[in-house]
């Protein structure tokens, strides 16, 4: 397809971990991004891949690339009731873009129960 | 400033009324992009300019809808004639490239427009 897709809404209970799965459209893609949208406030950059690589681990966050289904997953370990926000995956394209334009996924909601 | 500005953060209009909403992005961002977002239809792509190049208006949804960039820095948004499907959250964003080569956005806090 030509739209990044994301499902658009998560639940989870606190302590879970939470995994929001992306699918992109552009295997060339060079950077994978995940982004997150607090209630209110604009969209801030949480991590990011590049494309030669597997997997990327930042504190409670684990991100896997896998190239070949063109799919993109955001773990988050030990889920807390902060981590309620809209999650965006984002790509770089190189095929078929404007150059240096990122393209966003409509967002996952991930909401957190006590 | 620090981050992106967007001005105003609310706008109340009547419907067929023009509006005009300003982002001021990080200096030496040479990348801007305009996305809207409404209840529940996610982040909707407007226009990204970048440099001195032709901008990117694919994402524009009618005529009504223009935008500019002025010396490379300031943006406005204009919407003319506007309607009741107009009113969302406006975004705003500025980029840079970091020394890896990743396009690092950082977005303003929006301008929420509301049409009568």
């Known amino acids: 397809g030509e739209d990044v897709e994301q499902s658009l809404f998560l639940s989870v209970r606190e302590g879970d971990s939470s995994v929001i799965n992306c699918t992109y459209t552009?295997?060339?893609?060079?950077?994978l991004y995940w982004y997150k949208q607090e209630p209110g406030a604009g969209l801030q950059l949480l991590t990011y891949i590049f494309s030669n690589m597997d997997m990327k681990q930042d504190q409670r966050l684990t991100v896997l690339l896998n190239k070949k289904d063109k799919h993109l997953s955001l773990r988050i370990a030990d889920t807390q009731t902060g981590d309620s926000a809209i999650y965006f995956c984002a790509e770089s394209r190189l095929r078929g873009s404007t150059l240096g334009r990122l393209y966003f996924g409509r967002g996952t909601q991930l909401t957190v129960w006590p | 400033g620090a981050g992106v500005s967007q001005s105003p953060s609310n706008k109340v209009t009547e419907k067929g009324k023009d509006v005009e909403l300003r982002c001021d992005p990080i200096?030496?961002?040479?990348?801007l992009y305009w996305y809207r977002q409404s209840l529940g239809q996610g982040l909707e792509f407007l226009i990204y300019f970048q440099g001195n190049s032709a901008p990117d208006k694919s994402g524009l949804p009618s005529d009504r809808f223009s935008a500019e960039r002025t010396g490379g820095s300031v943006s406005t948004l204009t919407i003319q004639r506007t309607q009741q499907e107009d009113s969302a959250v406006y975004l705003c964003a500025s980029s840079y490239r970091d020394p890896s080569g990743a396009n690092v956005l950082t977005f303003g806090a929006g301008s929420r427009l509301t049409v009568l």
């Open positions: 200096s030496g961002h040479t990348a």
């Open positions: 552009d295997s060339s893609s060079t950077y």
